[in-house]
Structures are given as structure tokens and as C-alpha cells.
């Protein structure tokens, strides 16, 4: 059967911390993060989007992210990819999608996306000085992430 890229069926893990580079407490980070990850893959309507942060910014992230999303989170140290993690590992992605985009740099998904790699594609987006040598070597294709987290600000 022939699929048109419309038709092909893509999740987008986030982890948000990874990309603002720390917790996420303004709107402005939300909104920009968005943006440059919109512009890196070429996000399409269909696209099944989890978004995972830590459980102190969840109303900001909750609340700021445009559009369909899953929303995940949990506390403590690597909360947001324990998060992705287990729905890389339990929730049979590699069997219900044709493309995994993974958007964090941490070396934490290097062996999932390895595995996935076997029969999906997978994608890392990352902030090149933030993605881990073990998971560019893991993906497939490797974007790197246009997004300064020091330019973004609150108007008074």
C-alpha cells in the first residue's frame, strides 16, 4: 500500500525542560519552544504530541502549549523523561506509528530510540550544544533545534 506523508502517523515526544534548559516558569518559554519546534520538524496536524515536564511546571506548560496535546509529568530528578521514557517502553509506539520524533538531547533515550530505530524511524531534535553524543549515534536523523532559552523574557 502507498501512504502519502499526510497519512503517515507521527508522535512527537517533548520533553520542554530539556529544550528551555531547566524549569519552565514563563509563558514567553512555552511559546518559543513551540515555535522552533514547529519549524524543525514541519509539525502537521495529525501529529500525536506529549508534552513532559517537571510537576512545578505543569500550569504554565498546561496552560501555554497551542493546541492538541497529551500533557505528562512527574517530579524529582529526570521526572519529564521517566515520563517519556515509560511511553517509549509500554506504549508500543514502534508498532502504532510510523516515525518517532524524540525532541530532547539527554542520553537517557539512547537505548530506546536505538531499539525503535530497528523498524522505526526516529528522529532526535535537540539544541546542538545539549544533545548527547550516545543519542545522536542511536537516531536515525539527528535536527538541531534553532532556540536560545537566554533570549527569552517577560514584559513587565
Known sequence: MMYTTAALRRIVLIDI???VGGGVSLPGQVHGAQAAIAEAIGQRDND???VACG???VNVVGFEWAGPRRLV???G???ADLELLDILETERVGDRFDEVVVVSGDGIFADVVSFLGL???VTVVSRPESCSRRLRMAAKYVLDLDYDPSVITEAA
Do not use: M, P, Q, S
Open 17 to 19: 525542560e530539556n529544550i
Open 48 to 50: 500525536h504530541v506529549v
Open 55 to 57: 510537576r512545578f511546571c
Open 73 to 75: 509529568f512527574r517530579g
Open 77 to 79: 530528578n529526570n521526572g
Open 119 to 121: 523498524g522505526t524511524d
